[in-house]
């Protein structure tokens, strides 16, 4: 199997509070359509967090994901550089996965920091920016054509 380089060693307790975070976020879900809340928790360079929750539209496209509105929170606060997020959901026999809007706005703030794709139970799957998006298109990209 491959090592993998993540961003951040955390603290046992920072991941434990980051992916409790997660939790209590989905709490707030508002998924009367989907029926399957999704929190997520940011934690940024400085060691704050940010947490936020689906939140669905009757005009499904204008629906957005917790990963996106915990990152937009924490831009919207004045933090643009992070060092992980935890998602969570219901699922009980596989670890939540972003979604592949979430995975490019993760991007859009640098490929090397952590993913916590959690369970129910609090166990989680660890990988970074990058692995969950490799290959991928950010702002230097386009510097690139001046």
């Known amino acids: ?14 991941v434990q509070k980051l992916v409790l975070s997660s939790h209590e976020a989905k709490k707030f879900a508002y998924c009367p359509y989907s029926h399957f809340p999704v ?8 060691g704050k967090i940010f947490s936020g929750c689906n939140v669905e539209n009757a005009c499904y496209p204008l629906g957005i994901c917790a ?23 219901d699922l009980q ?19 090397n920091w952590d ?9 989680y799957l660890l990988r970074t920016v990058q692995e969950l998006l490799p ?5 230097k990209d386009l510097q690139k054509i001046k």
Do not use: N, W
């Not at 929190?39 to 360079?45: C, H």
């Open 39 to 46: 929190g997520a928790a940011v934690l940024t360079r400085d």
């Open 67 to 89: 990963e996106r509105t915990a990152i937009q929170k924490a831009v919207s606060e004045g933090y643009k550089e992070f060092r992980a997020i935890a998602i969570a959901s």
């Open 115 to 123: 993913v916590y794709m959690t369970k129910p139970d609090g166990t």
């Open 135 to 139: 290959a991928s298109f950010g702002p």
């Open 93 to 111: 026999d596989d670890f939540i996965s972003p979604c592949g809007a979430c995975r490019q706005v993760m991007r859009e703030f640098g490929t």
């Open 1 to 14: 199997m491959a090592q993998m380089h993540h961003a951040c060693v955390l603290d046992p307790k920072c």
